[in-house]
């Protein structure tokens, strides 16, 4: 379907360039800005309302074509929504293979680090020490690093995202990938009825922005379009985290205080795992920021 929008598209971009000289000046410079800027959804958009309204008696074959053809004007934005058991485990394989063909496609992923849908099973998302079914006594496992794997690719915007933490980056972040002429994948935390955080849900912001604080879920943008500009296309967006509220986060989930009780003798240890990996992980992310990708002679 997208390769045929986009075929009929290109049939509006030929109509354009092949008649913005037997036009009216307004209109010819309606049709030339719509081919320099046919991947930007707010510049087709105004180039839409501007440019129907003049072709609306306009009874040419030219203008006809053009009204057939006037919904395939407007950049369309696709967006694919989906949980982290889709994400990271049974819908990885189709998710890596929409990323690699290097579509004009979002993928939004809310992740829960849960099977939040199909009665809360540990997911391929669940960090160190998480309690959830099939992960009674806490997972000895690590978090996959979703965000890694696609960036890896190069050709992908890639960008974490935490709504308690700043709904200013979450905005850039959505905006962003929404200009991105390519595939995109925005990793979102989304706290969860399974995560039992103390208070309810009704303290999820407060516990998402201490996510971000103490560095259990740092927030970052990768964008392949600075590398052409001679820059780095990695910036760590959060603050660097406050290693000691850590454990202040995990007790503010049952999902990890319970943890205490059900396997006191591994507890400790996994909940000392899990720091290491955030630490490990952001440590990783200040390297790649660090990277010096200037052109060399």
Known sequence: MRHANEALRD????????????????V????????????????????????MPLLENDKS???????????????????IFG?????????????????????????????????????GQSSKSAPTGSIAKFTASGKDGKKKDLGAIAMSYGHVYVAQISHGASQAQVMKAI???EAYPGPS???AYSPCIAHAIKGGLTNSGNQAKLATECGYWPTYRFDP???????????????????DRYKEFLMN?????????????????????????????????????????????
């Open 11 to 26: 049939r509006l971009q030929n109509l354009f360039v092949n008649n913005k000289d037997k036009v009216s000046p307004e």
């Open 28 to 51: 010819g410079e309606l049709f030339t800005n719509w081919v320099e800027n046919r991947s930007n959804g707010d510049v087709t958009l105004d180039i839409y309302k501007k440019l």
């Open 61 to 79: 074959d030219m203008a006809e074509e053009i009204k057939e053809l006037e919904n395939y004007i407007v950049k369309q934005s696709s967006w």
């Open 83 to 119: 949980g982290d058991g889709w994400a990271y485990d049974i819908g990885f394989g189709g998710l890596d293979h929409v990323i690699a063909n290097n579509q004009d496609i979002n993928i939004l992923v809310l992740d829960t680090e849960v099977y939040s849908n199909t009665g």
């Open 175 to 177: 905006s962003e990938a």
């Open 185 to 187: 994948l925005i990793l």
């Open 225 to 243: 379009r600075l590398e052409a500009e001679g820059k780095n296309p990695f910036k760590i967006d959060s603050k660097a985290p406050n290693w």
């Open 253 to 297: 989930e049952a999902r990890y205080a319970q943890l205490v009780d059900i396997n006191p003798e591994k507890a400790e240890e996994l909940f000392e795992a899990n720091l290491n990996e955030a630490k490990r992980r952001y440590k990783m992310y200040t390297r790649y920021e660090s990277m010096d990708y200037s052109a060399t002679e």
